[in-house]
């Protein structure tokens, strides 16, 4: 569980709110990360926008982009 909780979705704007909204159907909950990044909306939409680009590039095989996105889970303690 996260150290510092992330902001009351219902209070967030629209478009941030559907974004968790569709985290939670295809995950089971919001992104942690990206939850926190909410606290700031503007470093929010950077960290979004950065890994949507990595995303879309190619440069990173999804096996290997998964791989990555665990350890940097266990890293932080966090459920992935």
């Known amino acids: 569980m996260a150290?510092?909780?992330g902001p009351?979705?219902?209070k967030l704007d629209t478009r941030l709110k559907r974004?968790?909204?569709k985290q939670a159907e295809?995950?089971?909950?919001?992104?942690?990360?990206?939850l926190l990044a909410a606290h700031a909306p503007e470093i929010?939409?950077?960290m979004r926008g950065m890994f949507g680009a990595l995303h879309k590039s190619g440069l990173?095989?999804?096996s290997l982009r998964n791989l990555l996105n665990r350890h940097v889970a266990l890293i932080n303690k966090?459920?992935?």
Request: hydrophobic residues 30%.
């Open 3 to 5: 150290r510092i909780k």
């Open 8 to 10: 009351d979705i219902d």
């Open 19 to 21: 974004i968790f909204e």
């Open 26 to 34: 295809h995950y089971g909950q919001p992104l942690t990360g990206q």
């Open 44 to 46: 929010f939409n950077g």
């Open 60 to 62: 990173l095989e999804a």
């Open 78 to 80: 966090c459920p992935y």
